[in-house]
Nanobody, 125 residues
Framework: QAQLVESGGGSVQDGGSLRLVCVGS????????MAWFRQAPGKEREGVAV????????AYADSVKGRFTISQDNDKNTSYLQMDNLKPEDTATYYC??????????????????WGQGTRVTVSS
């Protein structure tokens, strides 16, 4: 059974860092890209960052550019999200997602087949 499992969430102070890890397993095909989304209380889920497996090209939401870095280990089917200079507005549940065909934009949820259960990130001021 295909699944994505996130880890690395937690609570930090304003300006702190966290590293999220997403491990995929049970795929009957390799995904073409992996991404991180987040959902804050009372808000819609939004795309944070994506990385394309073969090219290594990445893209970010404007709100995290320069602070977050997405990377991957293709052999391990794993994606990482290094989050630095965290701010209280980054508080959310972070989800890992994987897909093979982009429908419209990389941050469209329709572009993703597999989703993790989420890991909570809390940033206090």
């Amino acid at each position: 059974q295909a699944q994505l499992v996130e880890s690395g969430g937690g609570s930090v102070q304003d300006g702190g860092s966290l590293r999220l890890v997403c491990v995929g397993s049970g795929y009957n095909y390799r995904s073409n890209y992996m991404a991180w989304f987040r959902q804050a209380p009372g808000k819609e889920r939004e795309g944070v960052a994506v990385i394309f497996r073969k090219s290594g090209i990445s893209a970010y939401a404007d709100s995290v550019k320069g602070r977050f870095t997405i990377s991957q280990d293709n052999d391990k089917n794993t994606s990482y999200l290094q989050m630095d200079n965290l701010k209280p507005e980054d508080t959310a549940t972070y989800y890992c997602a994987a897909g093979s065909t982009v429908w419209g934009t990389w941050y469209s949820e329709d572009s993703y087949t597999y989703w993790g259960q989420g890991t909570r990130v809390t940033v206090s001021s």
